[in-house]
């Protein structure tokens, strides 16, 4: 899956300049969800809300989701914290809010960098983001930035793809991600998009490091879920308070 957020950052391939990945992300809006939906066979909705269970909401609650892209993240929360709850979807790229506006109209769906978050700090009792995380120029700063907002007590949850290590699945992974996925992205007229998801896996951190980074942006009782195989890894931490 692809998220909306800010761009990778190094000489990587694949990698992308911020204008390249918004007009990108802007680009492919239109059938982001059909094709999430055909790359997980679906599953993607049952990774969300997962991710949702472990921000840890109640009614009433408010809530921060990063990199929204088209929003279902976000559309979890809101389930989660009712409709005296607040919740706010953020993104960079303009098409993809357009999309979620039109899923659920009654969040606030607003622009934003997730390196420079137009937010209070100690705002949100839960702060997340899905498939967005490995999108941001500078993951340290997008996670501080995360924990900054995030209420003292407050959680902040991040839904992301990680590559296995052990075969066979490891090598499935490597087949789909760097084969199929392409191929798919070909099909849809936008190849240069989804051969820029299997380079922008690569780079990211695996669970444990991520979990690592995660303590060095400031949370506490972290801990991290791996399903789908071992594919997909979800981090929970706790701001701690002050």
């Known amino acids: 899956m692809l998220a909306a957020g800010a761009p990778p950052a190094g000489p990587a391939s694949g990698t992308l300049e911020e204008p390249q990945v ?8 239109g059938g982001y969800d059909l094709m999430n939906s055909v790359m997980t066979a679906g599953l ?3 990774w969300r809300r997962r991710a949702a269970d472990l921000a840890d909401l109640r009614p009433g609650d408010s809530a921060l989701d990063v990199a929204s892209g088209t929003g279902d993240l976000a559309i979890e929360l ?3 914290v009712g409709p005296q709850g607040h919740v706010i979807g953020s993104d960079f790229s303009e098409e993809m809010l357009a999309r979620a506006r039109t899923k659920e109209p009654a969040i606030r769906w607003e622009w934003g960098n997730a390196l420079e978050l137009p937010y209070d700090s100690d705002r949100f009792d839960a702060v997340t983001v899905g498939f967005g995380a490995r999108n941001f120029a500078d ?3 997008g996670l501080r930035e995360m924990t900054r ?4 007590g407050g959680r902040v949850v991040v839904l992301e793809i990680t590559a296995p290590t052990r075969p ?11 084969r199929v ?3 798919l992205g070909r099909l849809a007229a936008d190849s240069a998009a989804y051969e820029y998801l299997p380079s922008s896996v690569k780079r990211f951190p695996g669970a444990h490091e991520l979990a690592q980074r995660l303590d060095s942006a400031g949370l506490a009782d972290i801990r991290y879920i791996l399903t789908a195989g071992g594919i997909i890894a ?6 701690p308070a002050t």
């Not at 918004?22 to 809006?29: C, E, K, L, N, T």
């Open 181 to 183: 996925v392409p191929l």
């Open 234 to 239: 979800i981090h929970a931490g706790r701001k």
């Open 22 to 29: 918004r007009a990108m992300f802007d680009r492919i809006a």
């Open 139 to 141: 993951l340290d700063r």
């Open 78 to 80: 809101a389930r989660r």
């Open 44 to 46: 993607h909705h049952q």
């Open 149 to 152: 907002v995030a209420r003292p």
């Open 168 to 178: 066979p699945l490891s090598t499935f992974f490597a087949l789909w991600f760097d």
